[in-house]
C-alpha cells in the first residue's frame, strides 16, 4: 500500500463486524478536494484509484487535484496513470497474450534472468468462449457434436492454455462450454467492490477492469468500471503497468419515463446506440443517470453497457443502486460481499436513489424511454437503426444503393422443394452476450417459440437456426420453465455457449443453400441478437446481417424474408390454415415478468459456478507438459513463439527516421478493426490457407483465423484480407489486395512481403475512425508483421491508436480538412517522414511525399503517441520490450 496520503483519505469502515481501509472520497473532499461529491460516479472510481495508488511517482497530488479541476472545466488535458484491479480475457485474444508471456520467458532466460519473473502482477481471468463453431444445428444432438468438433480442432490451443493454467501464478482459466467471457464476469467474477488483504489490512475499493474484448463494457451495468483494450495493452496491465490516459469527458445520458408494452432492451439499446453515435463520444464516458432508470433491470443495463463499443463510447456506466444489490443477491454472490458494496457505495456517494441530486456532466442528451419503438439494426453497422415497421422499406431500399441490385431472381435449391432469393433470412441466430444476459429477452423468444408452436409455425427451411446462450443458467430456467422444448421444436436447439454467429463463427450454410447464394449472387440476410454486424464479419455468403432482439431473431425465422413487413404481413400460416401475425405470438410483459420471476433463481447461480474452473471430462483428460517455460512445437499450426524478441537487448536501439517507404494501401472513412485483423473463415486461395496446405492441413481443418490466434504466420497472413474490405489504390477490387513493387496486383501479405525483401519499410493512409471494432491485438501486431512503420489517418479510434503504438507503428493525424484524397493521392508515392529520431507526444511531423513522377509536397502531421509513456513504448520498440526489460531489470 501507498504510503503517500496527501488528502487524508484514508479511512475505515465497519460492515458486519469486519473493518475495512479504503480511501474516503468525502474526507478527500473535505482536506482540499472540494466539490469532487458533484463527480459524475465513473469519475469517482477513478478519483478513488488515484486517490489509494498516490506515490509521488506514477500518481502525484498534481494528478488527484487535477480531477478536481475538471469540475470546472469538464474536460481535460491532464494525462493520468490507472491501475485497474484485475483484468479479463476470452481466448481468441488470450491465447496471443499468453503465447506473448511464454515468449517473455524464454527472451527472460535467454537474457540470463529468472523465467519466473514473468507472472501476471494482478489477477487474471481467461474464458474460452470464442472457439465453439455451429456446425450442427437443428438437432438435439448439436451442442454434443459441436463440442467433440471444438476440442478435436483447438486440442493445440486448449493444451497450451492448460499449460498456461499451471505455469503463471494469479492466473485463471474458466473452461470451455461454460459461458461468454462478459456473462460470466456479470454473472460471477464481478464483485463490484473488490476486497484485498494487504500489509495487515482489508483494504477495499471499487471493482474495476480492463479486458481483451472490446464488449468488457457489459460489466458497467453493475457499476464496474471497466473498458476493452488491445492484448497488448492487457498485458501491460497485468504485468504492473498502469494505464496512461487523459482524465476523460464524461457524458450524461439522462432516462425519463417507461419503456411501453411490447418494447425489448434490444430496441433500447439500439435506440442508444443511434443516438451516441449522432452525438459523438468517441474516447469519453458516457455515464447514465436520471428517473428512468428505476424502470430498468439491472440486465437492461447490462446490455447498453455492452454497447458502449457500438456507440463508440470508452464505457457506457451506471450507478451503484438498489437494483445491482437485488442483481447480486439474485446471482448468488455472498451476502457479507452484498452487505460491502452497499455500505461501501453509499459511503462513498456512489449509490443512486430516486433523490440523487445530478452530477455535473461535460454534457448530456436525454431520452424518454416510452418513446423507443420495435427496432433493428443494418444492414452493415450496429448504429444503422431501423424502425421495425420500415424493415421491409429499408431492405428494398438498400438493394440498389448498398449492394447494387436491380434484379430479383429466384434460385432453386438443390435437392429442395424451395426457391432463395435477395433478403431470404439464412441465418437466424440468438447468439451474443448482449442479450443473452438477459433473462426478459430469452423467456420473450421462448415465448414467441411457444405460440408459433402452438399455432403450427415452423423456422422456414432454408433458416439456419442456433441458440448459443452466455452461460449455462440460461439453460437451466429455459428448462425449468420449459421453454427450451419450444425453442427445439422449431430449430432453435442448443449449439454451444459462446459467441458463435456474433464473431464469425455461424459455420458454413448447409451446401445447398451456399451453391444457391452464390449462383444467383444473392443478398442472402442474417438475423442475430448480437452487437456486430460488419460486413464479412457473419458469414461469407450472408452480405446483408441485422441485430434484433431474440423474440425478433425467432419472428424472422418464422418469416424467412426481410421483404415481409413483420408487422403487419403474415410470419406464416398456422396448422389451422389461418395467417398468423407477429402480435399472435408476441408475450406480454407480464407473461415474461412471471416467468423471470418463477424460474430464474439464486441457487441455479450458486449450483453452475460452483466449481467454474474445473471443466468437464474433455477439459480435464488433456494431457499438459513444460514447466516454466512452454515446449514450442515447430510442427504446430495453432501455436508459435512470436519473432518479436528475436535478438532483444537490455538496452533498445536508438528509433530512426522512415526514409523511402511505399504505400501498402489507401483506405476510405471507418475501416474497422474487422477489416484489418484477420477474423471468421479463410479459403484455400488465401496466404493463410495456402500456408496451412503446404502444412498438410486440409481445408477442412483450417478452423477460423481467431482460433488460430496463436500462430503469427497465419494472423499476418490474414491481416488486412477480410474479404469486403477496398484498397483505393485498385478501384473496384474487393479484398485484401495492393500493388506490389511491380505495379501488379497481389494479396496484401505478397506484396508486404515483397517490400520486405527489399528493405523498403511501408506506410498506409486512411480516412476517418480508423481502427473501430474488435478483434484489435492482430490489427496492430499484424500490421508490425507486414512491416508498415507508420499509418497516417484523418482520426483513430482511441484503441487501436493506442495498440499501434504499442507495437512501435506511428500514428500520424491529418490537419483537419486534409487527407490522402485532397492530396491526390494514388499510392504510387514514396514517403519520407523526418524528426522520428526526437519525437515527442503530440508533436508536428513533416512527411514529404515524392509523386512518381518526381514532384514533391510536405505536409504536416500530429503525431498521435500521445503520452510520455507511450513514448517510451514506442523507443523501446513496443510495449512488450519494455515491460519486459523493466521486469528484468528490477
Not at 471443466?615 to 499450426?637: H, L, P, R
Request: charged letters at 20%; glycine letters at 10%.
Amino acid at each position: 500500500m501507498t504510503s503517500v496520503n496527501s488528502f487524508n483519505a484514508k479511512s475505515t469502515l465497519t460492515v458486519g463486524g469486519k473493518t475495512y481501509t479504503y480511501y474516503s472520497i468525502a474526507e478527500a473532499e473535505k482536506n482540499g478536494l472540494e466539490g469532487v461529491s458533484k463527480l459524475p460516479h465513473s469519475m469517482k472510481v477513478v478519483l478513488e484509484n488515484l486517490l489509494r495508488f498516490e506515490d509521488n511517482r506514477t500518481v502525484t497530488k498534481a494528478d488527484i487535484l487535477a480531477v478536481a479541476e475538471w469540475l470546472k472545466t469538464r474536460t481535460s488535458e491532464h494525462e493520468i496513470s490507472y491501475r485497474p484491479a484485475r483484468v479479463l480475457m476470452q481466448d481468441f485474444t488470450g491465447v496471443p497474450a499468453v503465447v506473448d508471456l511464454a515468449a517473455m520467458r524464454d527472451a527472460t532466460a535467454k537474457l540470463g534472468a529468472n523465467p519466473q519473473k514473468i507472472n501476471p502482477l494482478v489477477p487474471v481471468d481467461l474464458v474460452i468462449d470464442h472457439s465453439v463453431m455451429v456446425d450442427s444445428f437443428g438437432n438435439a444432438l448439436a451442442f454434443q457434436q459441436n463440442v467433440e468438433l471444438e476440442y478435436e480442432r483447438n486440442g493445440e490451443r486448449y493444451e497450451f492454455l492448460r499449460w498456461g493454467q499451471s505455469a503463471f501464478d494469479n492466473f485463471r482459466v474458466v473452461p470451455p462450454g461454460t459461458g461468454i467471457c462478459h456473462q460470466v464476469n456479470l454473472e460471477y467474477l464481478a464483485q463490484t467492490v473488490w476486497t484485498k488483504d494487504e500489509n495487515g489490512e482489508t483494504v477495499a475499493y471499487p471493482d474495476t477492469l480492463v479486458g481483451t474484448d472490446s464488449h468488457t463494457t457489459m460489466v458497467n451495468g453493475m457499476a464496474v468500471l471497466g473498458w476493452g483494450v488491445g492484448g497488448i495493452e492487457a498485458e501491460a496491465a497485468m504485468l504492473g503497468q498502469p494505464i496512461t490516459m487523459l482524465i476523460p469527458e464524461v457524458v450524461g445520458f439522462k432516462l425519463t419515463g417507461k419503456i411501453n408494452e411490447g418494447i425489448t432492451a434490444t430496441d433500447l439499446v439500439l435506440t442508444v446506440t443511434e443516438m451516441l453515435r449522432k452525438k459523438g463520444v468517441v474516447g469519453k464516458f458516457v455515464e447514465f443517470y436520471g428517473p428512468g432508470l428505476d424502470y430498468l433491470s439491472l440486465e437492461d443495463q447490462a446490455t447498453i453497457g455492452n454497447m458502449a463499443p457500438e456507440y463508440g463510447a470508452t464505457c457506457g456506466y451506471f450507478p451503484v443502486d438498489a437494483d445491482t444489490l437485488k442483481y447480486l443477491a439474485t446471482t448468488g454472490r455472498d451476502p457479507e460481499r452484498v452487505a460491502l458494496v452497499e455500505a461501501y457505495s453509499k459511503a462513498q456517494g456512489m449509490f443512486r436513489e430516486t433523490s440523487s441530486p445530478d452530477p455535473v456532466f461535460t454534457d448530456t442528451l436525454e431520452l424518454d424511454l416510452s418513446t423507443v419503438v420495435p427496432s433493428i439494426s443494418g444492414p452493415k453497422r450496429p448504429q444503422d437503426r431501423i424502425v421495425l415497421a420500415q424493415a421491409k422499406s429499408k431492405f428494398a431500399e438498400a438493394l440498389p444503393k448498398e449492394f447494387g441490385k436491380t434484379d430479383d431472381p429466384k434460385i432453386a435449391v438443390e435437392g429442395e422443394d424451395y426457391e432463395i432469393g435477395h433478403g431470404d433470412v439464412v441465418i437466424a441466430a440468438i447468439t451474443s452476450c448482449t442479450n443473452t444476459s438477459n433473462p426478459s429477452v430469452l423467456v420473450a423468444a421462448g415465448l414467441v417459440a411457444r405460440k408459433a408452436r402452438a399455432l403450427g409455425l415452423n423456422s422456414k427451411p432454408w433458416v439456419k437456426t442456433s441458440l448459443a446462450p452466455g452461460s449455462q443458467v440460461v439453460t437451466d430456467y429455459l428448462t425449468a420453465a420449459g421453454l427450451q422444448d419450444d425453442l427445439d421444436a422449431i430449430g432453435f436447439n442448443l449449439v454451444g455457449y459462446g459467441c458463435t454467429t456474433c464473431i464469425g463463427n455461424s459455420g458454413p450454410l448447409p451446401a445447398p443453400i451456399s451453391k444457391a447464394v452464390q449462383a444467383g449472387d444473392l443478398v442472402a440476410a442474417s438475423v442475430l441478437s448480437g452487437n456486430r454486424n460488419f460486413e464479412g464479419r457473419v458469414n461469407p455468403d450472408v452480405k446483408a446481417n441485422f441485430l434484433a432482439s431474440p423474440p425478433l431473431v425467432v419472428a424472422y425465422a418464422l418469416a424467412g424474408s426481410m421483404k415481409i413487413d413483420i408487422t403487419t404481413e403474415p410470419l406464416g400460416i398456422g396448422s389451422n390454415g389461418q395467417p398468423v401475425y407477429l402480435k399472435d405470438v408476441w408475450p406480454t410483459n407480464h407473461e415474461i415478468a412471471e416467468i423471470v420471476r418463477e424460474y430464474v433463481t439464486a441457487e441455479m447461480f450458486r449450483k453452475r459456478y460452483s466449481d467454474v474452473f474445473k471443466g468437464d471430462e474433455n477439459w480435464q483428460a488433456i494431457q499438459i507438459e513444460g514447466g516454466e517455460t512452454y515446449g514450442w512445437s515447430s510442427s504446430s499450426t495453432y501455436v508459435q513463439n512470436p519473432p518479436y524478441f528475436e535478438d532483444l537487448t537490455m538496452e533498445p536501439k536508438p528509433v530512426t527516421d522512415i526514409n523511402g517507404a511505399r504505400v501498402l494501401a489507401l483506405f476510405l472513412d471507418s475501416i474497422t478493426t474487422d477489416h484489418i485483423s484477420p477474423a471468421g473463415s479463410f479459403k484455400p486461395n488465401t496466404p493463410a490457407g495456402q500456408y496451412l496446405i503446404e502444412r498438410q492441413v486440409a481445408p477442412k481443418d483450417f478452423n477460423s483465423y481467431g482460433a488460430r490466434r496463436g500462430n503469427h504466420e497465419v494472423m499476418m497472413r490474414g491481416t488486412f484480407a477480410n474479404i469486403r474490405i477496398k484498397n483505393q489504390m485498385l478501384p473496384g477490387v474487393e479484398g485484401g489486395f495492393t500493388k506490389g513493387p511491380d505495379g501488379s496486383q497481389m494479396p496484401i501479405y505478397d506484396a508486404a512481403m515483397a517490400y520486405q525483401g527489399q528493405g523498403t519499410p511501408l506506410v498506409i493512409f486512411a480516412g476517418k475512425e480508423y481502427g473501430t471494432g474488435s478483434s484489435r491485438d492482430w490489427a496492430a501486431k499484424g500490421t508490425n508483421l507486414l512491416g508498415v512503420k507508420a499509418v497516417i489517418a484523418q482520426s483513430f479510434e482511441r484503441i487501436h491508436r493506442s495498440n499501434l503504438v504499442g507495437m512501435g507503428v506511428i500514428p500520424l493525424q491529418f490537419k483537419e480538412g486534409e487527407s490522402w484524397q485532397t492530396l491526390g493521392l494514388d499510392g504510387s508515392e514514396t514517403i519520407d517522414i523526418v524528426g522520428v529520431e526526437t519525437i515527442t507526444p503530440r508533436a508536428i511531423v513533416p512527411v514529404k511525399i515524392t509523386r512518381a513522377d518526381g514532384s514533391s509536397i510536405t505536409i504536416e502531421t500530429r503525431c498521435r503517441i500521445d503520452t510520455a509513456n507511450e513514448l517510451d513504448y514506442f523507443k523501446n520498440g513496443g510495449i512488450l520490450h519494455y515491460v519486459l526489460r523493466s521486469l528484468v531489470a528490477a
